[in-house]
């Protein structure tokens, strides 16, 4: 089991709107950054969201990040068939000192 | 641009040893941290170790600790991972990434490289 708990899989229709949770505890999303990784099949992930909710250039602002807590949220509006991957969570522990993921959850668009 | 190339897996008894290789390019090398990450066939990413910036400090995960050393060589901008008493477990791709530097996460990665225990 993965430290960081995520759904396996979501889905929503091309334009519409999904939201990723990533739930954790006080000694890692509670106390430390998150940031999410976007990966294709075959291909190594990608930075989409550091900080909890910032942007490194490049990365289109159909993609948020959000942090309440102890769980985390990435945010994909207008959805396309090209956003069809699989998003990871990530963050620090710092009762295992450790960086931990989430499982991974995969988006379909439908 | 950043490049991240990884180099040596393969196959490898359980109980053997191997070394990873990752050369970077394109960024000034000795200023980042650098981290190994895995990837099992179909699983999720698992952090194994990381090493900062002036070598001072490396870190690791349960699962590897003890079997596994991280150590860099910034006159020649790689980083490297010693792999020994290896099981089948370890079996994954290998990515090196670089710290960002910002709340532990990692803005360039590796293509990976496949390490395979198998008898």
């Known amino acids: 089991q993965s430290v960081l708990t995520q759904p396996p899989s979501v889905s929503a229709a091309p334009g519409q709107k999904v939201t990723i949770s990533c739930s954790g505890s006080?000694?890692?999303?509670?106390?430390?950054?998150v940031s999410w990784y976007q990966q294709f099949p075959g291909t190594a992930p990608k930075l989409l969201i550091y900080?909890?909710?910032k942007r490194p250039s490049g990365i289109p602002d159909r993609f948020s990040g959000s942090k309440s807590g102890t769980s985390a949220t990435l945010g994909i509006t207008g959805l396309q068939t090209g956003d069809e991957a699989d998003y990871y969570c990530?963050?620090?522990?710092?009762?295992?000192?450790?960086?931990?993921f989430g499982g991974g959850t995969k988006l379909t668009v439908l | 641009e950043v490049q991240l190339v990884e180099s040596g897996g393969g196959l490898v008894k359980p109980g053997g040893s191997l070394r990873l290789s990752c050369a970077a390019s394109?960024?000034?090398?000795?200023?980042?941290?650098m981290t190994w990450v895995r990837q099992a066939p179909g699983k999720g990413l698992e952090w194994v170790s990381s090493?900062?910036?002036?070598?001072?400090?490396?870190f690791y995960a349960d699962s590897v600790k003890g079997r596994f050393s991280v150590s860099r060589d910034n006159a020649k901008n790689s980083l490297y991972l010693q792999m020994n008493s290896l099981r089948a477990e370890d079996t994954a791709v290998y990515y090196c990434?670089?710290?960002?530097?910002?709340?532990?996460?990692?803005?360039?990665w590796g293509q990976g490289t496949l390490v395979t225990v198998s008898s």
């Open positions: 990434a670089r710290d960002s530097g910002y709340g532990d996460s990692f803005d360039y």
């Open positions: 394109g960024l000034t090398f000795s200023r980042y941290s």
């Open positions: 090493i900062s910036s002036s070598y001072s400090n490396t």
């Open positions: 006080s000694s890692n999303i509670g106390n430390n950054f």
């Open positions: 900080e909890n909710n």
């Open positions: 990530g963050t620090w522990d710092s009762s295992l000192n450790a960086v931990v």
